[in-house]
């Protein structure tokens, strides 16, 4: 479970003979469904493998990581037909599978939707007026190709000691550790020929102080191998494959937000903003199922918003600000809106999220029949009570009775929907 939430939910009573059903199908399926990939997100680095070990294992299988990888390709790789309507009934959940499928990836509204989250992150981006968020450098403008070399090492190894530093604290610290090591060492030639505790004393008060030393013989070990020369891989596999100490998390933000590439970056805020998103219910710190199909979900969306820049911009360049633009839009709006307790008021994506639109759903009273699903989900746990007993959803009630007797001052719709308090 994922701290409070006002949707109570839990994996031991229900209410339905559907959600029965519902469980019995997961029970069934969780036992054959395998995680086929790592955990990692921002627990790139060795300290989190006591983390990672703690994640919900499931024994893997072939048929388990055969299942798992028709589940995406399900939802995420041809998603044709997607239902834009909540669950239903609300209050219980009841949902088949295809529910899961992104209305990002929505036909006649996905590009829309994708465009409503960037359009929000290129008015904030500069807000929190962080020193690494720079311009993407475009290598068709820059036809001097040892000057863009330049450009592209510099960048890279400064995103790369952003992302590090980031694992570690708040933004807010972060800024002063990441220009004062900028100062020190303003390319990664410079941090290769670094003072061994030099270095450990420009990460003193960051913690984890194994991840300075291994960023150093990382450096090292880039300036050195003749394949890279102090210029980091571009592409997320060649870059965790090379690069020790860089996991999927890491890997995915240096290939998007330097080199363009459709590359996802999942950590908590993009996980909990893509399950809401989404509408899966379940543990997204420790499910594995759950986390597989969220980073599954952030793979074909990077390839979507990639994709947008061959048609909107007319372009033949499969590389573009995109994909980095795109991650880090996410993981903006999950520090700053889709936190734990979210401000959907202020949310640019209500439109294509699941959550909030179930929320609305009840706020409005309107719960269906009992649908007949065939396909129930397999992927969120399932919820333990009727919702209409949620002291959010109750007080949300008293404030629409109110406001037809008193005056004419109503709460906003969207803040009144916060009450409900979607802590999931
Ligand atoms: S509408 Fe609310 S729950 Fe959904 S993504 Fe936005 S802030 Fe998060
Ligand atoms: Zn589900």
Sequence with gaps: MTGKRSMRLSSTRLSSNGSN?????RARLSKETASSDAFASDNDTQESDDGARR????????????????????????????????CSPTSQRQHSTSYHKPLFLCESRGLEHRQALLSWFDSVSTTRAMPWRKSWVNPSHEPDASALRKLLERRAYEVWISEIMLQQTRVAVVIDYWNRWMDKWPTIQDLAGADPEDVL???????????????????????????MQGLLPSTASELEEKVPGVGRYTAGAISSIVFGRAAPMVDGNVLRVLSRQLGIYGNIKSDKMVIDTIWAAAD????????????????KSEISDRPGRWGQALMELGSTICTPKPNCSQCPI???????????????NKDGTVADIEDFCTICEPFEEDLSNDPGITALQETKANSKTADKKKAPKQLTLSGIRIYW
């Design 300 to 315: 074909a969306l990077v390839r979507a918003v990639a994709l947008d820049h061959l048609s909107i911009e007319d372009s």
């Design 55 to 86: 994640i919900k294992r499931r024994k893997v299988t072939k048929s388990r990581v055969h299942k798992a990888i028709e589940t995406h390709a399900f939802l995420f790789k041809n998603p044709g037909t997607i239902p834009p309507e909540p």
């Design 21 to 25: 059903k519902s469980s019995r199908t």
């Design 350 to 364: 209500t439109a294509s999220c699941r959550v909030y639109n179930e929320a609305k759903n009840m706020s409005q």
């Design 201 to 227: 004393a420009a990460w003193r008060g960051l913690g984890y102080y194994s991840r300075a030393t291994r960023i150093h013989e990382a450096a090292k070990l880039v300036v050195q191998d003749p394949t």
